[in-house]
């Protein structure tokens, strides 16, 4: 039998996301009722600005009074679109206060102070949902969280950032620059006025440490994320990828070691080869591959933002957290008993592709491979192309450490015949 008193729910922010998940909830509720056991009330949504006209919202439930709301004292559930740091934490510790379950998409809160949301949530004994946070509609968190609970995860790999894998493919696809490509990005809606967050990585940073937390059992924040973006990638070196049989994207890769004492989480730029099927993931899609002992290798793919897409993670987590609430239970917490300690990129073990510009004239190549095998880097592949008494020398390494590799680089800068260094990328998926 249905309740029939309804759960109520406070929204904080009515953008892009907000908006839709507010639509929906309207639209669909005689759905999310029959799926919950129970209706569900929208009861709030806090703005920052009231006063302008949104789309499907209904104006009567607007304030701009967010800390009010959440302390109303018969909110059920807080749903947290608004992002950022502040006043978002505040609000979300305050819904536990008041005995609110919080489901949120707050990728950075939770990859700074996932660990303390975490705690008082546990201490209030209500639900803390994020599957929002990472991957937009992708179903991710709750299968490493539930699914693979009884599984061992050794590796999470994959692109989770719409913007930056539309500016790649464009690149790799049209010939476009990076410039060109972020434009072209902006104006399809698919980056942002400031795409810093994007294009520096610390948007994919987030969810890689949000990823390794629980895929590891460990604590991780963005601080212990080694981050690169794509500022940096020229036409060069995706030509360099094709010629490979390649592609670049920016990958966020989370590892744990082979002896089991550590865990590494990073975000950068990588050449992988077509043969991946990461590497067919085109435009703004996201797709995660997760590697564990029982299950082999798994892939989730999908759009990974958008309000609908991210609307509908949300709405997820919101079925599921008032179904916790009708039954008096609450879903998986924080796990975190493993506190493995995260390895700096420096012992990093991976693969390498570097383009050097070097005089064209005999002994160089010889010159060239001592400089790697002195620092116990060796060669892979070596390609060398000359033009009127220079040349390019593209060296593709085995497994080493970054380390290695930038010991490696600084001497081969001091070497005569070497003019510069084209380009450092890493190559993954072998």
Known sequence: ??????????????GVVGSEVARIMTTHSADLAARIGAPVELAGIAVRRAGRARAGVPEELLTTDAEALVGRGDIDVVIEVVGGIEPSKSLILKAFENGASVVSANKALLAKDGSELHAAAAKAGVDL???????????????LRESL????????LGIVNGTTNFIMDKMDSTGAGYSEALEEATALGYAEADPTADVEGFDAAAKAAILAGIAFHTKVTAADVYREGITEVTAADIASAKEMGC???????????????SVTARVHPAMIPLSHPLASVREAYNAVFVEAEAAGRLMFYGPGAGGAPTASAVLGDLVAVCRNKLNGATGPGDSVYSQLPAKPMDQVITRYHVSLDVDDRAGVLAQVATVFADHGVSIDTVRQQGREGDASLVVVTHRATDAALSATVDKLRALDSVR???????????
């Open 1 to 14: 039998m249905m309740r029939t008193r309804p759960l109520k729910v406070a929204l904080l922010g009515c």
């Open 149 to 156: 609970a009884g599984d061992k995860v050794n590796r999470v």
């Open 247 to 261: 592609v670049v994207k920016l990958l966020a890769i989370c590892e744990r070691a082979a002896d089991g004492e």
């Open 129 to 143: 949902y994020y599957e929002a946070a990472v991957a937009g509609a992708i179903p991710l968190i709750r299968p």
């Open 420 to 430: 510069g260094v084209a380009s450092i990328m890493r190559v993954e998926g072998e």
